[in-house]
């Protein structure tokens, strides 16, 4: 009798610990962001970046300055881009994704950064590395966009020690 008690809960946990049918679609959908960030970082698009971001999103980074938050916060990403490539400053951006949490219209990812930075005349790119966790809000039209986005210094050590999960945006 205890074992089949105890056979029935582990199955009843394992049905409940199941993917739901969306799931795929929101990582897909969740993963895009980074996408559109990346590529958006690429072509130094300021505007593209914030609108990768809910309109109430609070950014924190290794900086000792606040945390950025709302217009403030899309105003300085814009400014950035626009000086980055006004100097002729090639940016590239990666992401590699190792846990994700959903619950309801919210996801919490936690992974790394690559960003690489390339001035003229430069022999080799300046390269960041970050660890992060974001959270990411699905809005009312169905897309996500971040909500909340902190980070820290990481190393490369780090970054190549990353584990790939199913689904997640993991860039070589």
């Not at 929101?26 to 914030?50: F, K, M, P, R």
């Not at 938050?69 to 100097?87: D, I, P, Q, S, Y």
């Not at 980070?151 to 070589?172: I, N, Q, Y």
Request: charged letters at 25%.
């Amino acid at each position: 009798m205890t074992r089949l008690l105890l056979a029935l809960t582990l199955g009843a946990a394992s049905v409940a610990a199941a993917p739901a049918p969306g799931d795929a679609r929101d990582d897909l959908a969740i993963n895009h962001i980074y996408e559109t960030v990346a590529a958006a970082v690429a072509a130094n698009s300021g505007e593209t970046i914030a609108g990768a971001f809910a309109d109430d999103a609070v950014v924190m980074d290794p900086r000792p300055s606040p945390p950025a938050a709302g217009e403030a916060f899309r105003a300085t990403v814009v400014a950035m881009a626009a000086r980055l490539k006004a100097e002729g400053v090639g940016v590239s951006a990666q992401y590699r994704i190792e846990r994700r949490i959903r619950s309801g219209e919210l996801a919490i990812d936690t992974g790394y950064r690559r960003q690489a930075m390339t001035r003229p005349g430069a022999a080799e790119p300046m390269v960041q590395y970050n660890k992060f966790l974001v959270v990411a809000r699905r809005q009312r039209d169905g897309r996500w966009k971040i909500l909340r986005d902190a980070s820290l210094p990481a190393s490369k050590e780090a970054w190549d020690g990353a584990v790939r999960a199913p689904g997640l945006k993991f860039d070589e």
